[in-house]
């Protein structure tokens, strides 16, 4: 038996927002609409950065300039205000994203809630550590549907932010169709909005997230050709621990684009 040790805490309370590369968000996920308070992505998809933050637009600017030019940014505490019109401390960190010609991509950003220590200094709140767990080809399917799912909204979520950045937001609403109209023809109704997904997936068959994956990466292809979408695709695959990558090469999710 070929055993894999896969880490797995769903107790990490960050929340991811990317950008294009002029300041604007392309994608967020649940977490970030839970954290700021916001009832859907379309209130924020579009919008400047530093208006999703509700923040100064001089102080995200500055932070953009200093991750552009230094490739990341670490450690630094927003106040943001909440419903209660109360500041609510955030601790910020992004990353760069530059193509291969080196230009600057857009921002990966992860928010943090922080907290007081005993001597007035903020700090990011530590999630609690969560036992590694076995994964392994021979485990129960109900099991390997939960990592299964997350090898496909790992590479969904991918492509909506390879898109948005290279030829915009709109592209978003193309790919919900796709893969609401897929999930419903093969009798798995899925909702989606802005790569946001509303539905359960851990009992979704592995047929239908082929199918899916697949048209969802055609039409990247039909968009910015093979060879944009497979560097993506190789990006996102390293991203992941072995583990998932077994059981998904297992399933038919991997090599969906062919030699």
């Known amino acids: 038996m070929n055993r894999s040790q896969l880490s797995h805490n769903s107790q990490d309370t960050a929340a991811l927002v990317f950008?294009?590369?002029?300041?604007?968000?392309?994608?967020?996920?649940?977490?970030f609409l839970t954290l700021l308070?916001?009832?859907?992505?379309?209130?924020?998809?579009?919008?400047p950065l530093f208006k999703a933050l509700r923040q100064e637009a001089k102080t995200v600017e500055r932070l953009l300039d200093r991750l552009i030019k230094d490739g990341r940014?670490?450690?630094?505490?927003?106040?943001i205000p909440g419903k209660d019109s109360q500041p609510h401390h955030f601790v910020f960190d992004g990353i760069a994203n530059y193509d291969q010609n080196k230009l600057y991509q857009g921002a990966d950003i992860t928010l943090r809630e922080a907290t007081r220590t005993p001597t007035g200094s903020l700090t990011p709140v530590v999630t609690s550590a969560v036992p590694t767990r076995q994964v392994s080809p021979e485990?129960?399917?109900?099991?390997?549907?939960i990592?299964?799912?997350l090898y496909?909204?790992?590479?969904?979520?991918?492509?909506?932010?390879?898109?948005?950045?290279?030829?915009?937001?709109w592209t978003q609403a193309n790919l919900d169709k796709i893969i609401t109209e897929t999930a419903a023809k093969a009798g798995h109704p899925i909702q989606v909005k802005n790569g946001l997904f509303a539905s359960d997936l851990s009992a979704i068959d592995p047929a239908t997230f082929r199918a899916i994956l697949s048209k969802v990466l055609s039409y990247a292809v039909n968009i910015i050709g093979k060879r944009i979408v497979e560097r993506e695709v190789a990006a996102t695959d390293a991203k992941l621990h072995e583990g998932v990558l077994v059981l998904a090469s297992q399933v038919g999710l991997r090599n969906l684009l062919g030699d």
């Open 19 to 31: 950008t294009n590369n002029v300041g604007q968000v392309i994608f967020v996920d649940q977490a």
């Open 73 to 79: 940014v670490e450690g630094e505490v927003l106040a």
């Open 147 to 149: 990592f299964i799912a």
């Open 139 to 145: 485990m129960a399917s109900g099991e390997t549907g």
């Open 152 to 169: 496909f909204t790992s590479q969904i979520k991918a492509i909506y932010v390879l898109l948005s950045r290279l030829m915009g937001v």
């Open 37 to 47: 308070s916001y009832t859907e992505t379309g209130i924020v998809a579009g919008e």
